[in-house]
């Protein structure tokens, strides 16, 4: 695996190679930097290049970016049916894993940074749970009918959640094979848990509608029904109904966004699922499909958008180009269509097609076939 050294790259050792990377959580030590301080100044900072992609193979696509709790591990699954795990500290491709016989998409890792699920591709449409240290499998989930379109891993415990093309959600521990629970939904594509684990949301394109539900109490109805088409703001009916890419909670239990491939994203209301702000993309989205889409010749992606660990900024991708909002800006009393354009732009050639932000470190993840590592410029 090469990596592309970048004008950010610190000079470091042969024998410990390092990225200058500083904490975002975690006390006031020398390593911890708040985020508001350095959010305009990230670059991107080191490239990665796969060097067994040669001889006229062709570029693989990469479908997922993942991170472990450390935030010392990146992840990253690839249309070639391979896993790819980096050091994030050392900014080194760590190990490849291979799963050509059953595919490979939405990698997760679990609570163990030796531990991953992800989604077949071919063959069934089960989950595996794999470990890494010697790439054997501990464990198949199966019961889905149709591909598997969304993974959410509880913040606090070995439970997950998956959505599916067969129209239904499953609960699952990862220590037993048989799912929980399962819900029968129309189109439920997309899932995610609010940081306490106490809820999870669901959201389905076809119905213009984000569902909340109570984990000690799924059986029942949701607590909530967010329409979209009512908080969808400036945005076109049909962004109501599809094109969604991302569902994301943020870390202070605020804000859920529901990312689009049009021309915005929503930020909501995470109590009642009102129009915060419609985060305009000045150029449009990326070329991806989005959950559930299956046209011909183009690949999905995990997500083109995400929330930064502090809640407070939203980050996005684009054809070129990774666009921020502050979630805080203020809004004029005459803005009635709650539009917020990106409070900066942070320049890149490359497409930003999948977009992670590492939960403990200053420091972002994209995609599109190749990996990129962004860090906040020390001299801007």
Known sequence: MVSTPMDLDEPASAAAPSLNIRRTLGGNGPNTTLINDIISSFRPTKLFQRDDIKDGKPQPHILSIDFDNPGELCMTSESDETIQIYNVKEGQHSKTLLSKKYGVKLAKFSHTSSGIIYASTKQNHAIRYLATHDNTFLRYFEGHEGAVTSLAMHPGSDNFISCSLDDTVRLWNINTKQWTAKLFLKTPYLSAWDPSGRVFAIASPATGSVLIYDWRNYEKAPVSVFDVLKSRGPAEAEAAFRGWTTLEFSNDGKHLLLGSKHNGHFLLDAFD?????????????????????????????????????????????????????????PMEETNINKVLDPKFVLEEKREA????????YNMIATADQELMFWLPDPHA
Not at 292 to 315: A, K, Q, W
Not at 353 to 360: E, I
């Open 273 to 329: 699922g009102s129009l915060k702000a419609y985060l305009r993309k000045p150029n449009g989205g990326t070329r991806r499909l989005a959950v559930g889409e299956t046209e011909n010749g183009t690949v999905e992606s995990s997500g083109d958008s995400c929330f930064s660990p502090d809640g407070r900024f939203v980050l996005s991708g684009s054809k070129k180009d990774l666009l921020v909002w502050d979630t805080l800006s």
């Open 353 to 360: 097609a999948v977009v992670a932000y590492n939960p403990r």
